[in-house]
């Protein structure tokens, strides 16, 4: 098994949505916080969403609010990003990590998948 993988991306128009999946081993599924963030070309790696893998604490970071929501499978240890309402400035590499800490911060996880790529045109 892969360590971590994400899925779901790809080409969307102004207005379409898209869900994200990642899956993490069970090794890294047992670290404490999960993050969905996303990279831009030349622009640094930004958090989207938090979530405890205990369940319960959630946070979209407020930019998002309202277009992105989160789940979880627990029976799949999977997450998931939905998305909703995408715009162009929405396009960019979309990676789940994990590590120990609720940050928002990149050094703080120590897991990262490949990456799933989200382009939405005009």
């Known amino acids: 098994q892969m360590p971590l993988v994400e899925s779901g991306g790809g080409s969307v128009q102004t207005g379409g949505s898209l869900k994200l999946t990642c899956e993490p081993s069970?090794?890294?599924?047992?670290?404490?916080?999960m993050g969905w963030f996303r990279q831009s070309p030349g622009k640094a790696r930004e958090a989207v969403a938090i979530?405890?893998?205990?369940?319960?604490?959630?946070d979209i970071l407020s930019k998002w609010k309202g277009r992105f929501t989160m789940s979880e499978d627990v029976a799949k240890d999977t997450f998931y990003l939905h998305m909703t309402n995408l715009e162009p400035a929405d396009t960019a590499m979309y990676f789940c990590?994990?590590?120990?800490?609720?940050?928002?911060?990149?050094?703080?996880?120590?897991?990262w998948g490949q990456g799933t790529q989200v382009t939405v045109s005009s």
């Open positions: 990590g994990f590590g120990g800490y609720f940050s928002i911060n990149v050094d703080d996880y120590a897991f």
């Open positions: 069970r090794e890294i599924y047992n670290m404490n916080y």
């Open positions: 979530s405890s893998t205990l369940g319960g604490h959630k």
